[in-house]
């Protein structure tokens, strides 16, 4: 079965509201850096909010999506932050599955393949899980993106990181996670 994760970005201003259709979906406030996993009819009140939703096909006004085939073994959606000091770097790495993330604070340079992108504030990119990665804080603050990956089902409760150069792997790690959803997806 391919599906579909998409992020969007919802500005709700004071006194409104947004009413979501059911989805299966993350939902991350940024102003008070907590997430929760969804099912059921939401509905935003004010504030910025980040929403993943997994679905059967591309909606209009995502920021970005991504084609992921979710046949096999059952899988569960996580949602983490991941934060860097100045200069730190996430070494060399690969996870377990693919996820869309979203820079929330500071300057990120992400390489892949050859490839580099320096992402900015709300910028968003995604990781396919297989593809090693390596990522800096370029910044003179923090960085720190918030991520939702697709993984299998027996992670749960586990880190889905690998790291790819032996030598990395008992090296101090300057990064911090801390995780708001690990849930798993309904069959």
């Known amino acids: 079965m391919t599906s579909v994760l998409e992020l969007f970005q919802h500005h709700v201003a004071d006194g409104e509201t947004l009413s979501l259709p059911a989805a299966t979906r993350v939902l991350y406030s940024v102003a008070d850096g907590e997430a929760r996993f969804s099912t059921s009819p939401v509905e935003l009140g004010p504030g910025h909010t980040l929403c993943w939703e997994l679905g059967e096909e591309t909606r209009m006004g995502s920021q970005l999506s991504a084609a992921l085939d979710l046949n096999g073994d059952p899988k569960l959606v996580r ?88 030598t990395d792997k008992d090296r101090p790690k300057p990064q911090r996670y801390q995780v708001f959803v690990d849930e798993l997806l309904p069959t």
């Open 79 to 166: 949602c983490d932050r991941v934060e860097l000091p100045p200069g730190g770097t996430a070494y060399l790495h690969t996870h377990q599955g693919p996820g869309i993330r979203c820079l929330v604070e500071g300057r990120f340079r992400v390489q892949s393949n050859g490839f580099g992108q320096t992402v900015e504030r709300y910028g968003a990119w995604f990781e396919n899980g297989s593809d090693p990665v390596e990522a800096h804080a370029v910044s003179d603050s923090t960085a720190a993106f918030v991520r939702v990956m697709i993984l299998p089902a027996a992670l749960l409760g586990q880190s889905s990181i690998r790291y790819v150069r032996e």
